[in-house]
C-alpha cells in the first residue's frame, strides 16, 4: 500500500474515533472552563492555511503561463459546477435553511490541499494540482462570496464584504504567511515540514469533533441524508469535472487532475465561514461531513484510477 494510501487510513480512522466519541460523550467538546471551544475552529483553520502555505512556492503560481487552458478550464468548472450542484442538492433533499446553506457552502469553496496527494495517486498532473489549488484559493475572496450570495442568499443572510474580509484573514493572510516561510527557509528545517502535515491533520480532526459535539441533534436526525448528499455531490464533482475536461480538450492525466480538483473542496474553510460569517454551527454540520467522505472517495478513486495506465493521444 502507497504511504500517502496509508496516511489517508489513519487520518479517516481518528475522524471516525473523533465524530464517535463527540456524538456519544459531546459536553467535554463543547467548552472548557466556560470558554466555547467554537472559538478555536478559526484560529486552528489559520494554523491549517500557513502549513498549505508552506507547501507552495512561486512557481506554483507562475506556472500556470506555461497551462493556461488547463488551469482556466479546471477554474472555470470548479466554481460553475459545484456551487450549484450544492445548491441542487440542498433543494432536492429539502434541507433546513442553514443546513441548506452549509451544503451550498462547501461547493463554493476551492479546492482543498488533500486534492494534490489523491492527484499523485491518480497519475495525474501534480504540478497543475498544486497551481490550481493556489489558484481557486486565491480567488475565493470573490468567488465564493459570489456564490453564496447569489444561490444561498434565499436560506440565511449573506453579506459579500464580511465573508471576504473573513476569507483574506481566514485564508489568505495565512497562506501568504506560509509562502514567506518556505521562501525565507529554503527547507533547511526539514523537521517543520514533517510536522505541518501532522498539525493540519490535528486540527481537522479538532474542528470536525467540536461540530459534531455541537450539532448532535441535527446529526442524529439528519446524518443519514447528509452522507447521502455528500455522496451524491462528491462524485457528481468527479464526473462532470472529468468530462467537462475532456470537452475543453484536455488529455487524460490533465482530465484526472481537473476531476480530482472539481471534486474535493476546502471542507476546513467552509466550517470556519459557516461559524465566522454565517454564525451558524449548523451551517458546519455539512462541511464536518463533506470533508472526510471527499478524502475518502478522493483516495479510492485515485487507487483506481493509478491502476489504469493512462490514455494517450
Known sequence: MDPNQRKGLRFTAFVLLAVFLSMLHPAPFLQIGGYQLTGLIVPLIQIIMLGMGATLSVSDFTRAFKMPRAVLTGLLLQFAIMPVLGFAIAH????????????????ACPGGVASNVMCYLAKGDVALSVTMTAFSTLAAPIMTPLAMTLLAGAYVPVSFHEMMMSIIKMIILPVAGGLLLNHLLHGRAPW?????????????????????????????????????????HNSSGYLLGYWGARLGRLDERASRTVAIEVGMQNAGMASGLAINVLKSVNA??????????????????GSWWGARPLKRP
Open 192 to 232: 517543520l515540514y514533517r510536522l505541518l502535515p501532522v498539525v493540519s491533520m490535528a486540527g481537522i480532526v479538532v474542528i470536525i469533533t467540536i461540530i459534531t459535539a455541537n450539532s448532535r441533534d441535527q446529526l442524529l436526525s439528519l446524518g443519514p441524508a447528509l452522507i447521502l448528499a455528500a455522496l451524491l
Open 284 to 301: 458546519a454540520i455539512a462541511p464536518a461531513i463533506f470533508g472526510p467522505l471527499m478524502n475518502v472517495s478522493g483516495s479510492l478513486l
Open 92 to 107: 432536492l433533499f429539502g434541507f433546513p435553511s442553514e443546513i441548506a446553506a452549509g451544503v451550498i457552502l462547501v461547493g
